[in-house]
């Protein structure tokens, strides 16, 4: 994340991102629906990123 807080990371086999608080140490959420292998996470803020993959198909996501 801008602030180096919040670290994502592509953490299976089924290429799904978790995001993880690197303060709290805690997992925050995990994220699916990518349908090839991951390539890029780049956090638009706070609470968006995108994930873009070998499938050429950007996903957005969003922290509640």
């Given amino acids: 994340s801008p ?3 919040i670290v994502a990371y592509s953490s299976n086999v ?3 991102v978790t995001l993880f608080n690197r303060k709290t140490k805690s997992t925050l959420g ?3 629906g990518n349908r090839s292998t991951l390539s890029k ?3 638009l803020n ?4 995108l994930v873009s993959g070998a499938s050429r198909t950007i996903n957005l996501y969003k922290l509640k």
């Fill in 3 to 5: 602030s180096a807080n």
């Fill in 14 to 16: 089924n290429n799904d």
């Fill in 46 to 49: 706070e609470k968006e990123f």
């Fill in 41 to 43: 996470i780049l956090f």
């Fill in 30 to 32: 995990v994220f699916g």
